[in-house]
């Protein structure tokens, strides 16, 4: 299952049995890597006619945004506004009257939009230098400047690429494991009279 964040998660629990006088005792929710079952959902307790619902970790902020529908096909746990750290693998597990328990196991996978790119320039060397308001320069004609592109924060690394109007001028984007970072490297030049006032674009 595949989520972005701050939006709704539909985990499928597959609780269906065709075996005659066969019935659902409970069911555990439960993520891989934390020991406290997230959500339990149990029939041998029944409260005004409905499973009696059990948050065991009641106190962290994933159980706290966890519901069960149950009269789905196939049923599935809910979880609302979803966060970059509720990715993981989730199993569902189901003990029954008369079959054997069943596991069903889920891979949640959070997309996390990339914010605005990070423009930066060089000449030289003049090392990093902000695109202060969206400029940069001034240049000499003849000049050979360096614009670099960068994303810091989307999941999985976003594609960042350079546009001149509905052009592309280059796609060849580096993701850097150890920070996290995707840059792409846009060389320029040698300038002429007219590159002024060009308009580049850069999207992650």
């Known amino acids: 299952v595949t989520v972005v964040e701050g939006r709704l998660a539909v985990l499928p629990c597959d609780k269906d049995t065709s075996v005659p006088g066969d019935s659902v005792q409970i069911i555990l929710w439960i993520k891989e890597g934390v020991h406290t079952p997230i959500y339990s959902y149990d029939y041998r307790q029944m409260i005004d006619g409905k499973p009696k619902e059990t948050k065991p970790d009641v106190n962290s ?3 706290r945004r966890t519901s069960f529908r149950s009269d789905g096909s196939p049923a599935a746990m809910l979880v609302e506004r979803i966060e970059p750290d509720d990715a993981g693998v989730y199993r569902c597990r189901v003990d029954f009257l008369l079959s054997p328990t069943r596991n069903t196991r889920v891979n949640l996978t959070v997309i996390v939009p990339p914010s605005r790119a990070q423009v930066t320039w060089s000449l030289g060397n003049s090392g990093q230098l902000a695109a202060d308001g969206g400029v940069v320069g001034p240049f000499l004609q003849g000049d050979a400047p360096t614009l670099s592109c960068s994303n810091q924060d989307g999941w999985p690394p976003p594609r960042v690429t350079w546009y001149e109007g509905d052009a592309l ?5 580096e ?15 040698p300038l ?12 992650a």
């Open 61 to 63: 902020t994933l159980a």
């Open 169 to 173: 001028l280059d796609d060849d984007y």
């Open 175 to 189: 993701f850097d494991a150890i920070n996290g970072t995707v840059e792409n490297i846009l060389n320029l030049g």
């Open 192 to 203: 002429s009279r007219a590159d002024l006032n060009r308009r580049l674009t850069c999207i």
